[in-house]
């Protein structure tokens, strides 16, 4: 049997006629998280079996029933935690347990990088070799690790508690994915950033291999830039009968200036609409929309001769909802829509010249001067 970090406690619980009740709360010892999902299991101690299992809810209880009064071994399990073990002595006197349980220090993650074949389906292909790898710890401003992964081998970093980790990864002809680890910081136990909304990271297993951190395992999903394919971009909505970038659409349209930053392109921005309306009309408004976007990522400081503007109006219905049939709304929405596809590249760039930490560290001053700013315009 594996032990770490065992706690030692004495608890009395109460008797319920011929069996006896065990119940409790468990709670993370650092923030008092109500804990689910911890695997609860009791052993005899006199003759060492198993005697009752149970899983602890959403708000970290759990109730299990011994057969009798006397000594037993409480062991409680739970992914990225220490492994707790409590004797308890049960009798005719019952009080309720709270239980803390610490989280393992950080991770071991363990990465595997792929072809995403389909942004719309998210189907994953094959490995891929000769992808840069860079790791940089926000909180330490150090940078981890610069690798290259010769033979489509996965990679392996550690991810430590209290810290924020941005990952970069570029090979040629492949749009460069970036993402943003949290471990335990801004109230995220573990979130990542920029993985994909059809990919997340397993935790493998509660321990590693000589039982220090937790184990994580995930795919990361780069996409081939292939010329003048249209890409969708999602949650890019407009008020009836106008074209302004709506505040709900920024954080969509962010995502396509980090990658026109990232990325040696040259793109058309597309608008569409659906086919209610004269055609003339919709074509205007489409193109005015395209240009609203256009306008948009240019002001974030992308080269206006990298980005153009094309409204298509109605003649690019991605079904069969024409003049002609009637169609829910739910299909009409379909054809609003707003995309970009790359038109061509930028061959003579330096695009991967700067290593993460000094894009990191550029993008770190750029913030610094933009608050300066909006405080110098507060105050005036």
């Known amino acids: ?39 609860i299991s009791v052993y005899d101690m006199n003759d060492d079996g198993l005697v009752a299992t149970a899983l602890s809810d959403h708000q970290g209880q759990f109730i299990l029933l011994v057969n009798k009064p006397g000594d037993y071994v409480l062991r409680l399990m739970r992914q ?9 002595k049960v009798s005719d006197q019952g009080e309720d347990m709270k239980i803390k349980m610490s989280r393992l220090p950080g991770y071991e993650f363990e990465g595997t990088i792929k072809e995403l074949l389909s942004y719309s389906t ?62 335990d910081v801004e109230g995220c136990i573990l979130c990542f950033e920029g993985l994909g909304t059809y990919v997340s990271p397993e935790i ?15 795919d990361i999903p780069m996409k081939k830039i292939i010329q003048d394919e249209s890409i969708v971009l999602e949650n890019i909505y407009y008020d009836f009968n106008k074209w302004n970038v709506r505040k709900d659409a920024r954080p969509a349209l962010e995502q396509l ?16 609409t659906d086919s209610r309306g004269k055609d003339d009309y919709n074509m205007e408004l489409s193109q005015k929309r395209a240009q609203a976007v256009v306008d948009y990522i ?8 990298r980005i153009t503007a094309k409204g298509y109006g109605e003649t690019a219905l991605v079904n069969d909802c024409d003049d002609e049939k009637v169609c829910d709304e739910i299909d009409h929405q379909k054809n609003r829509r707003t995309e970009f596809k790359v038109t061509s590249f930028i061959e003579a760039s330096n695009f991967d010249a700067k290593s993460l930490k000094e894009i990191m560290e550029q993008e770190r001053l750029i913030g610094k001067r933009m608050k300066e700013s909006i405080l110098i315009l507060e105050n005036n």
């Open 257 to 272: 200036v980090n990658i026109l930053k990232r990325n040696p392109i040259v793109i058309e921005l597309s608008s569409h």
């Open 298 to 305: 240019v002001s974030r400081g992308i080269k206006q001769s």
């Open 80 to 88: 990225a935690y220490y492994d707790v073990e409590l004797f308890i």
């Open 1 to 39: 049997m594996k032990h770490l970090n065992l706690f030692f406690f004495f608890f009395i619980v109460q008797v319920n006629f011929a069996q006896s009740i065990v119940k409790g709360k468990i709670v993370d010892d650092r923030n008092a998280r109500l804990l689910n999902d911890v695997e």
């Open 204 to 218: 493998e297993s509660a321990l590693t291999s000589n039982n220090e951190r937790g184990s994580i395992i995930s």
């Open 122 to 183: 998210g189907k994953i292909g094959k490995k891929l070799e000769d992808v840069k790898i860079e790791i940089y710890n926000n909180t330490t401003s150090k940078e981890i690790v610069v690798n290259e992964n010769e033979a489509g081998m996965s990679f392996s970093t550690i991810f430590e508690r209290g810290n924020q980790y941005t990952m970069l990864f570029r090979k040629k002809g492949f749009f460069a994915k970036r993402i943003t680890v949290f471990v």
